[in-house]
């Protein structure tokens, strides 16, 4: 289980999320959701300190964020 998920076909690339991440670990990346947005991505999902502030930002609920050694879902932004 990673700690930073994200629904890649709720994501609409806004950028927010990376701006706000402490750890700097957050990036859009290149390729492309089913809508034809590009997607945040995490490049080094061990550097999350799940502070939740990039599914706190969300603003358009695409990010859950989890602790593996609890294997338990700290923060779910997601809505249907």
Do not use: H, Q
Not at 21 to 36: A, T
Not at 67 to 76: A, G, Q, V
Request: proline content about 5%.
């Amino acid at each position: 289980m990673n700690r930073f998920n994200v629904n890649k076909n709720k994501c609409k690339g806004c950028g927010l999320c990376p701006r706000v991440c402490p750890k700097k670990i957050l990036r859009m990346g290149d390729n492309m959701n089913d809508v034809g947005n590009r997607y945040v991505e995490c490049i080094d999902d061990d550097k999350c300190i799940m502070c939740c502030m990039c599914a706190t930002m969300c603003p358009d609920w695409a990010i859950s964020i989890c602790d593996p050694r609890e294997n338990k879902i700290l923060f779910e932004s997601e809505r249907s």
